[in-house]
């Protein structure tokens, strides 16, 4: 265990190393099968105990109401961006996005690529195609009727999340859940359909973990793909063709250990707790380091920060991992210091990072 590193990676991230020793013990022999789950059918009875408690799980972790399904596909959230405008919106139709960062405009993009009428409802991108805040309620303007309103709950890249939702009345809205899924509780009545790439909080590549309204998955459009489309999935519980296995075994694995933390619950709590001391250092600095999101849309699970030089913050990449602490450089588009802090990053890991923090200013500021 002691080459085990700080990861501060945005994705794949950090997961719970006792979810990692789990599936190092059943890898030979999973279930009392005498198999891994990697070598067994997914038709069987195992797999399918296994699908359906995750999939039990989930719905009692994040409080998923009545009438909506849980599915796991596969092609990341970025497949989520075709499939979304493609089921959800009818060919003459339109469809909405809210612009709050790169994944948030990626998926306004494909819905055109996909052929929709796509429709910005506000976007917070500066003259310098960058990124900073969430928008205020007023901002969004949602015109005509739309098949749905798309935002996504936190900008991985840039750092910024929702503080709170907009309330948009009558329209249906989706949400990109990739970077904070299962980190905080929220209200899944407020969305007809949200998804979440797994790899940043709740498993592997590999699997993306849709919940929708049953309405929703039922929508049929013309001409689509037999993959591409919700309703397959729904009505073959997420077994119409060999679903990510592996992906959907961790992801069961990261469940039951969300539950033994105590739930979302206890998550949001330690979450808050993370924040309030990295960002606490990050203001207390006098300056030194910044904080590259505005105050009231900073993200509690990628925390982006300046230093006062670029040649500072190659130094602090450098000397964190020498430390011990990996994954901190900032995305390209940003650059600075990006330390993404997702559920399996522990309030200690936090601490350590803030130490160096300081003594980094100390001795190199
Ligand atoms: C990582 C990420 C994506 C892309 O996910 P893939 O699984 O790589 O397709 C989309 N949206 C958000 C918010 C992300 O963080």
């Avoid at 996504?152 to 949400?175: A, E, R």
């Avoid at 699970?301 to 030089?309: H, I, Q």
């Amino acid at each position: 265990m002691d080459k085990r590193i700080i990861n501060f990676n945005p994705g794949p991230a950090a997961l719970p190393e006792p979810v990692l020793q789990r599936a190092r013990d059943e890898m030979l022999d999973w279930a009392g099968t005498g198999m891994s789950v990697l070598e067994c059918s997914h038709r069987s009875k195992e797999f399918e105990a296994l699908l359906h408690g995750a999939k039990a799980r989930l719905t009692e972790l994040l409080g998923i109401p009545d009438g909506y399904q849980v599915l796991f596909v596969g092609g990341g959230a970025t497949l989520q961006f075709a499939m979304v405008p493609l089921n959800l919106c009818p060919p003459d139709g339109t469809a909405s996005y809210v612009v709050t960062g790169s994944w948030a405009k990626k998926a306004y993009q494909e819905a055109g690529k996909v052929g929709r009428k796509a429709v910005i409802a506000a976007t917070t991108e500066t003259k310098e195609k960058t990124f900073h805040r969430i928008p205020k309620p007023a901002e969004i303007k949602v015109e005509g009727d739309p098949a749905y309103v798309h935002l996504c709950s936190n900008n991985t890249i840039f750092g910024t999340q929702w503080q709170q939702y907009p309330d948009l009345g009558k329209h249906v809205m989706i949400g990109d859940f990739s970077s904070d899924f299962m980190s905080r509780r929220m209200d899944v009545s407020k969305f007809g359909l949200i998804y979440a790439g797994a790899q940043k909080n709740v498993g592997p590549a590999g699997v993306t973990v849709v919940v929708g309204r049953k309405e929703l998955l039922a929508l049929e459009q013309p001409n689509l793909p037999t993959y591409l489309r919700y309703k397959i999935h729904a009505e073959n519980d997420s077994l119409y063709n060999t679903p990510p296995v592996f992906g959907i075994y961790m992801v069961a694995l990261v469940l039951d250990w969300i539950k033994e933390q105590g739930g979302l619950v206890a998550l949001e709590r330690r979450n808050d707790e993370k924040g309030q001391i990295l960002y606490g250092a990050i203001d207390g600095s006098g300056g030194f380091y910044r904080g590259a999101a505005d105050q009231d849309s900073r993200s509690l699970m990628n925390v982006t920060y300046r230093l006062p030089t670029e040649e500072l913050e190659a130094a602090f990449v450098a000397d964190a991992k020498k430390a011990g602490m990996v994954g901190l450089k900032g995305h390209r588009s940003v650059g600075g210091v990006r330390a993404s802090t997702y559920n399996a990053v522990s309030v200690e890991h936090v601490k350590t990072l803030v130490a160096f923090m300081k003594e980094f200013q100390r001795t190199k500021g």
